[in-house]
């Protein structure tokens, strides 16, 4: 079974800066697919960056240039680090993985940027 535990969320100001981790208990298989994702109040959750096992990134417009998702193999950890933070990133942050079609979710962690 697979599970995944956030850590890192917490209250910024505007222009600061957060690192969500996730890690990941189990084995990392190569076409696993890692990410996270946000929902903040009253919307749809959004994905926010994907990573492949081989470091491939995807990212949605609104967080290219400020936001970097990385992973450490070796620990199974899945890193954002978010910086630039507005008060529109404020959410909370899922971290997500993807395996054979299969969704598996964190309980998420919530990040709150203050203007």
């Known amino acids: 079974q697979v599970q995944l535990v956030e850590s890192g969320g917490g209250l910024v100001q505007a222009g600061g800066s957060l690192r969500l981790s996730c890690a990941i208990s189990?084995?990392?298989?190569?076409?696993?697919?890692m990410g996270w994702y946000r929902q903040a109040p009253g919307k749809q959750r959004e994905l926010v960056a994907t990573?492949?096992?081989?470091?491939?990134?995807n990212y949605v417009d609104s967080v290219k240039g400020r936001f970097t998702i990385s992973r450490d193999n070796a620990k199974n950890t899945v890193y954002l680090q978010m910086d630039s933070l507005k008060p529109e990133d404020t959410a909370v942050y899922y971290c997500?993985?993807?395996?054979?079609?299969?969704?598996?979710w964190g309980k998420g962690t919530l990040v709150t940027v203050s203007s």
């Open positions: 189990g084995t990392i298989f190569s076409r696993d697919i």
């Open positions: 990573i492949s096992v081989g470091g491939s990134t």
């Open positions: 997500h993985l993807r395996r054979l079609g299969v969704d598996y």
